[in-house]
């Protein structure tokens, strides 16, 4: 284990085999002299990733915010679903079953309304799909 110098942490993470290849390669392709280039990537993304998601980290403090009144009706029951996921401890991202279960408790279960709600909730910017089966809070 390396010396950690003052005012620095530690932080070990597991991470597919390809996506640390594809950062050791990049890294090496940028930085003539690549040692301690790895940490600095790794923490610049970090700071980046945080900087994007700062504003659903601070709701996350506040679990008792009160939805707009002054939002048209679809976006006050669209802040209601987001706001049922957060108390279920979904704050940054959620599975699409997570979301419809979501929906079911708080808008209706016919799978018309499911639908209908999983597109109003992506085409209004209230979630972006990650993966096939993931969804991000946004």
């Known amino acids: 284990m390396p010396k950690i110098p003052v005012g620095r942490k530690g932080f070990y993470v597991v991470i ?28 610049d993304a970090l700071v980046h990733w945080i900087s994007e998601h700062q504003e659903t980290l601070e709701l996350h403090t506040n679990t008792h915010k009160v939805v707009n009144p002054s939002l048209p009706g679809s976006h006050r029951q669209a802040r209601q679903i987001i706001d049922y996921l957060r108390e279920q401890g979904f ?43 993931v969804l991000e809070i946004v």
């Open 16 to 43: 597919d085999e390809k996506v640390y290849d594809n950062l050791t390669e990049l890294i090496k392709r940028k930085y003539e002299r690549p040692y301690g280039a790895l940490s600095s990537e790794v923490q």
């Open 91 to 133: 704050h940054l991202q959620c599975r699409d079953k997570d979301l419809k279960r979501a929906i079911e408790n708080t808008r209706g279960s016919d799978s018309r309304t499911i639908k209908k709600w999983m597109l109003f909730l992506v085409d209004n910017g209230y979630m972006k799909w990650t993966t096939h089966r």
